[in-house]
């Protein structure tokens, strides 16, 4: 069916609207600390809705169906972990972050260990989270040029670019404010899906749920003890524990939006209901997935690819305007993940890098180099989207695998920094080469899942870094 004028005029209002109000907070900022964390006075539940934005990327909503089409609802145990993950982060790290006026993660690791190792952990999140930013990025060609009929570098250039434009100007409260508008757009968007192919599917839910059943795509929790299936529960919750302890615990893109609370009250709120929020829409994306598959019957093969499946149906099966609405949803997502990444790795650019270069720059020379780093930045992921074209399979584990290469050894030292005294930079230092090391080994040298890749690298990162403190202190 295509999309029509109706359809391509929402899609383009949506543009322009959220770029508009993203630009509504331009004035606000007269220091870094307005800049960079909105001033420490953003509400809880606008900080829990940001949360769940941030973590949801295009990539999520066009994989995760294609994921479940392929499968079943095995991916909620994983999701499951996340939201013990972050039970374990409001007791264990969320404390320390607290204690004195911090803007960044590794600014903790600093006053645990030293200058190095903070510089160490800054540079190595600014790496990872490039990398698997990039790979979110490129999610959006896949979309656009399916639903746009555009090429995949200009569909790229053009999200990149809009949503450049608020952050740049915004900072930190136009991404959180802007998160919160495209939090309720994808999942509104999504339910408006969701009851749209009801309708289409003969027999509605009961015809869907006959048959998701006796396929077995209705399977959420698989208890065998089979350490190299990535989807079981043992590898999901204990997985997604550390995966989630690890990336909101350690990873500036979500410390930084704690860091923006009115206190840590209201930030460990916010961190545990978007948890609850998390489940509720991971659970939304594979119930799509498994409706899709009850519509098509045809192996994902037939689409090119998993990831093309919803995009797919979006554009051929949806009525006019429902279709230019689910098509704007999925960029509300890729907008809100990608202005999330540029302000947290311009955060750390200025904050762990270049303020400790020249700590005697004035402010307003601190806030217009912060604007230049996320220009920077902006770049930079455009140019690694674009490398990522040549990506296949299902881009969501491509991005979740990137992440967990760092996460382990990121993970490792803070552990040894809040739950050790003896453990020193240097030995710290060693734990976490090592930790990444092995991260790497797994990715591209073992059939090891995902899953593992960050509780593996976070032990041997607090065995050697612990073992080694010891060996020096000796």
Not at 184 to 213: D, E
Not at 423 to 444: E, S
Request: aromatic share 12%; glycine share 10%.
């Amino acid at each position: 069916m295509g999309l029509d004028k109706l359809d391509l005029a929402i899609i383009a209002l949506y543009l322009v609207s959220i770029t508009l109000f993203g630009l509504r907070f331009r004035k606000r900022h007269r220091s870094l600390r307005d800049y960079f964390l909105a001033g420490r006075d953003i509400p809880w539940w606008a900080i829990a809705l940001s949360i769940v934005a941030a973590e949801t990327s295009t990539l999520t909503i066009i994989s995760i169906p294609g994921l479940a089409y392929d499968t079943n609802l095995t991916f909620l145990q994983v999701v499951m972990g996340y939201v013990v993950g972050r039970v374990v982060i409001s007791f264990v790290l969320l404390p320390h972050y607290f204690r004195g006026d911090l803007y960044t993660a590794y600014e903790l690791i600093e006053r645990r260990f030293g200058r190095g190792l903070r510089s160490l952990t800054a540079g190595l999140f600014l790496l990872t989270r490039a990398a698997a930013e990039g790979v979110r990025v490129y999610a959006v060609s896949i979309v656009v040029s399916i639903a746009l009929g555009t090429g995949e570098v200009a569909s790229i250039a053009i999200i990149t670019a809009l949503t450049l434009i608020y952050t740049f100007e915004g900072g930190l409260a136009a991404v959180i404010w802007t998160d919160v508008v495209q939090t309720a757009i994808y999942v509104g968007g999504t339910l408006v899906g969701l009851v749209t192919i009801l309708h289409l599917v003969p027999g509605g839910w009961t015809a869907i749920h006959a048959a998701a059943a006796s396929a077995g795509k209705l399977q959420v929790f698989d208890f065998r003890a089979n350490f190299w299936l990535p989807y079981t529960f043992w590898a999901g919750v204990i997985g997604g524990t550390a995966f989630t302890t690890a990336s909101h615990g350690t990873d500036q893109l979500f410390v930084q939006r704690l860091l923006a609370a009115r206190g840590q009250k209201q930030s460990m709120t916010a961190l545990i209901s978007s948890g609850v929020a998390i489940l509720f829409q991971f659970a939304l994306f594979l119930i799509v997935g498994i409706m899709l598959w009850a519509f098509y019957r045809v192996p994902s093969a037939n689409f090119g690819k998993p990831d093309r499946i919803y995009p797919t149906f979006i554009v051929s099966q949806m009525p006019h305007g429902i279709s230019g609405l689910l098509i704007a949803a999925i960029l509300a997502a890729a907008m809100s993940n990608l202005s999330a990444a540029l302000n947290s790795l311009s955060s750390s650019t200025i904050m762990d890098f270049f303020l400790h270069l020249r700590p005697q720059t004035d402010e307003r020379a601190r806030m217009r180099l912060s604007r230049l780093a996320t220009f920077c930045w902006a770049m930079v992921l455009f140019a690694l989207a674009v490398l990522a074209l040549q990506k296949v399979g299902r881009v969501v584990e491509v991005g979740l695998q990137i992440a967990s290469v760092a996460y382990g050894a990121l993970l490792g030292v803070f552990l040894l920094g809040v739950l050790t005294k003896r453990a020193n930079q240097r030995g710290a230092m060693v734990g976490m080469l090592f930790g990444f090391g092995m991260g790497v080994y797994l990715w591209q040298w073992t059939h090891v899942p995902w899953t593992w890749w960050v509780m593996i690298g976070t032990v041997v990162t607090f065995v050697v870094g612990y073992a080694s403190s010891l060996l020096k202190a000796g």
